[in-house]
C-alpha cells in the first residue's frame, strides 16, 4: 500500500481532483477504498497526490502540455517509457509501453527496450531519443555531443526542448512513484541480506579471499 494516506472522495473540495475522480474512476466509487480506474491501474497515485491540491493541479497541468507538443507521441512515449524502465519504475515503464503499443509501436520494438543498445529495430532518431534519456537519467544530464548532434538533425529546437522536459518530467514522476510506493511500484526491496544459516560460524571474509 501507498506510503502516504489515499485522499477519500468526502474530504475533497478541490474541483479539479473530482474531476479526475469521477473521470478516472467513476461518480459512484471513492477511489480512495474502491481502487481501480478505467485504465486497468490501482489509481493510487491520483489519491495520493489528492494529498495536496497545488501539486495535484501542476502534476496535471504537465500531462497537459501533450496538447500543443509538436514532437511526434512516438518518440515522446519512447523517451517516457525508457525513463520509467533506467528508474526502475514498474509503474511508468507499464503505462507508457501501453501508450507506445497504442500509437501504432510494434511489440518487438517495445520487447526490445530493455536492451536498445544491441537492437538494429530501431531508426537512428529513436537510437537518438533512447541514448539521449539514457544521459538524462542514469547520467543526471551529461549527454555527448555526438547525441545531441543527432537529436539536432531530425528535431527542431522546440521539440528538442519538449522531448528534454518531459522526459525529465517522466523521471521525475518515476522517482516519486517509487519513493511513495504508488501503483505497481508498490513492491518488496530486491536488496536483503542473505543471512547465513543458523549454527554457522562466519570466519574473517576478507581474511579467507586474501588467503591470510
Not at 496538447?67 to 507499464?94: C, H, I, K, M, T
Not at 526490445?112 to 537512428?124: C, G, M, Y
Request: net charge negative; glycine share 6%.
Amino acid at each position: 500500500m501507498p506510503r502516504l494516506r489515499e485522499i477519500p472522495r468526502a474530504e475533497v473540495t478541490d474541483e479539479k481532483i473530482l474531476f479526475f475522480y469521477d473521470r478516472l474512476f467513476g461518480a459512484d466509487k471513492d477511489p480512495a477504498v474502491d481502487h481501480g480506474t478505467i485504465h486497468a491501474t490501482p489509481g493510487d497515485w491520483w489519491t495520493v497526490f489528492a494529498q495536496s491540491p497545488d501539486v495535484f493541479r501542476h502534476a496535471v497541468r504537465g500531462f497537459a502540455l501533450y496538447r500543443n507538443a509538436d514532437l511526434d507521441p512516438l518518440l515522446r512515449e519512447l523517451g517516457q517509457a525508457r525513463a520509467g524502465y533506467a528508474r526502475g519504475s514498474q509503474f511508468v515503464f507499464s503505462q507508457h509501453c501501453k501508450q507506445m503499443r497504442s500509437l501504432g509501436m510494434t511489440e518487438e520494438k517495445i520487447s526490445a527496450l530493455p536492451h536498445w543498445q544491441i537492437s538494429d529495430l530501431f531508426t537512428d532518431i529513436e537510437r537518438a531519443v533512447l541514448a539521449y534519456t539514457d544521459g538524462l537519467v542514469y547520467d543526471g544530464g551529461r549527454v555527448p555531443d555526438e547525441v545531441f548532434a543527432v537529436l539536432k538533425a531530425h528535431l527542431s529546437d522546440k521539440q528538442i526542448m519538449e522531448l528534454t522536459y518531459i522526459t525529465c518530467m517522466y523521471d521525475m514522476h518515476a522517482t516519486i512513484c517509487r519513493a511513495l510506493k504508488l501503483e505497481f511500484d508498490d513492491r518488496p526491496e530486491l536488496i536483503e541480506e542473505v543471512r547465513i544459516p543458523e549454527g554457522v560460524v562466519v570466519a574473517d571474509l576478507s581474511a579467507d579471499l586474501a588467503g591470510e
